[in-house]
């Protein structure tokens, strides 16, 4: 079998460091993919430490891939070797579910199998994410990425531009709509530049003054300081739509507010610790809704994919190589960042 090398967090209390393992040799319908840049997501940090519970370790994060085809098996039709390609969340799913058939892998009854830590149903253990160089994926869940766009700014659309384009187009953005975007993150610049793309009038929430000038130059139309109570009841009843990318615990009812009659606040941050529950009559008042929405299927990210490369969509970034993400997880920790690091897997090297 091949041997990888990678970057592994050991156990919940330890930095990441070098580790060895193996990939599996590409069966009939994989394809093996030389990695050459990798996004760092609030997730993998989050599984890196346990904080949702349930990591098993060594823990190989990483699920925003970019890189290029080395082989492919004897059943494989979409793809060649030299061919560009991405892997998000998720390498695997049942295929037989309701919401595998109708192309929601993300919702697999059964549970999709995670890019990392998920159950690797060939080699047993766990599956180890794209901290690495190489990695042997299901055809089905590999993805065609434009050569017109710059590679290390696709990454992060593996999953912070699928995790924003989802309920973006499930919710029916369009020309015409006002949508509010919380938050100026990894999730919430994606938000901005998507829903812009996508014709809505883009309203930008945020608690930090110093991202005025940014949120503006990412494409939104209007930015609203958030502690300013006096700036966020300008907005009452007024948004069609609003995607909420903060993942720390915060008061809903301040935004539900600012929709309009059948309005829907869509949440896609996952803090560590619960929201305050929001008002009920703040609901029912206006007919409102409040969601969640979870990165998106394997067609649904083909299409985002498709439609940032038609936009020219790509993350602002910030490219480290490996040996510097450690430093990278507390920068994240202090919102250090704009918007999206990527490892250039070109660092990574054998001891």
Not at 50 to 69: S, Y
Not at 154 to 180: D, E, F, M, N, Q
Not at 296 to 301: L, P, Q
Request: some cysteine; overall charge negative; aromatic content about 8%.
């Amino acid at each position: 079998m091949p041997q990888a090398i990678g970057y592994a967090a050991q156990a919940a209390d330890k930095e990441l460091e070098y580790f060895e393992f193996e990939r599996r040799d590409p069966t009939a319908e994989d394809v093996e993919i030389e990695i050459e840049y990798c996004g760092v997501c609030h997730s993998d940090l989050h599984q890196a430490r346990n904080e949702w519970g349930g990591t098993v370790f060594p823990c190989v994060p990483g699920h925003e891939i970019v890189g290029k085809v080395t082989r492919v098996g004897s059943k494989v039709s979409k793809f060649k070797v030299g061919d560009t390609v991405g892997v998000g969340c998720m390498v695997d799913s049942c295929g037989h579910c309701h919401s595998c058939d109708e192309g929601h892998e993300q919702y697999c009854e059964n549970g999709f199998v995670g890019t990392y830590n998920g159950e690797d149903k060939h080699l047993g253990g766990v599956t180890f994410g794209g901290y690495s160089n190489r990695i042997t994926v299901k055809e089905g869940f590999v993805l065609k990425v434009s050569d017109k766009l710059d590679l290390a700014g696709v990454a992060p659309l593996l999953c912070a531009g699928i995790t924003t384009y989802s309920p973006l187009r499930h919710w029916g953005v369009t020309k015409g709509h006002k949508v509010g975007v919380v938050g100026l993150g990894g999730l919430g610049h994606m938000a901005v530049k998507i829903a812009s793309a996508m014709g809505a009038e883009v309203v930008l929430f945020t608690t930090s003054p110093g991202k005025v000038d940014d949120g503006k130059r990412l494409g939104a139309d209007h930015v609203v300081i958030s502690k300013d109570e006096e700036a966020m009841k300008e907005w009452t009843n007024s948004l069609d739509f609003i995607l909420n990318t903060v993942a720390a615990p915060h008061d809903l009812d301040a935004y539900l507010s600012l929709l309009r009659l059948d309005g829907t606040m869509c949440l896609v941050g996952v803090p560590a610790e619960h929201h305050p529950s929001p008002a009920v009559f703040n609901l029912i008042a206006k007919r409102r809704s409040l969601a969640g929405s979870l990165i998106g299927g394997i067609a649904e990210t083909q299409e985002m994919l498709d439609f940032c490369a038609e936009h020219g969509i790509t993350s602002d970034i910030e490219m480290i190589a490996m040996d510097e993400i450690n430093v990278a997880y507390e920068r994240m920790l202090k919102s250090d960042v704009k918007y999206r690091f990527v490892i250039d897997m070109a660092t990574l090297k054998q001891k």
